[in-house]
């Protein structure tokens, strides 16, 4: 079992920065893949950006690639995710989530889920 918790949510303007954090516990983090995913009100879930276990693979959904960036500290237990230059269309609830087989961008392919972090971006 891993336990996700999401955090650094928040209210931004459009252009401007946040740093989400999700922090696991349970257990070895380092042997997870990780994954962020959001949730538009109406929407369905989609994929945003993937990490292998050792950090050196990573994956991006197109529209978010060259402006958020996935990293993870397995000495701290703790995936992130840098968004930059970020725009209303990016205003979801995001969620981490981590599986054990894969650097995946399916919802599917994911085990275990936080329980999100409201992003906000106004225009």
């Known amino acids: 079992q891993v336990q996700l918790v999401e955090s650094g949510g928040g209210l931004m303007q459009a252009g401007g920065s946040l740093r989400l954090s999700c922090a696991a516990s349970g257990r070895t983090f380092s042997s997870y893949f990780m994954g962020w995913f959001r949730q538009a009100p109406g929407k369905e879930r989609e994929f945003v950006a993937a990490?292998?276990?050792?950090?050196?693979?990573?994956n991006y959904a197109d529209s978010v690639k060259g402006r958020f960036t996935i990293s993870r500290d397995n000495a701290k237990n703790t995936v992130y995710l840098q968004m930059n230059s970020l725009k209303p269309e990016d205003t979801a609830v995001y969620y981490c989530?981590?599986?054990?087989?894969?650097?995946?961008?399916?919802?599917?392919?994911?085990?275990?889920w936080g329980q999100g972090t409201q992003v906000t971006v106004s225009s």
């Open positions: 990490i292998s276990w050792s950090g050196l693979s990573t």
């Open positions: 989530a981590a599986n054990s087989r894969a650097l995946r961008a399916g919802v599917r392919e994911y085990d275990y």
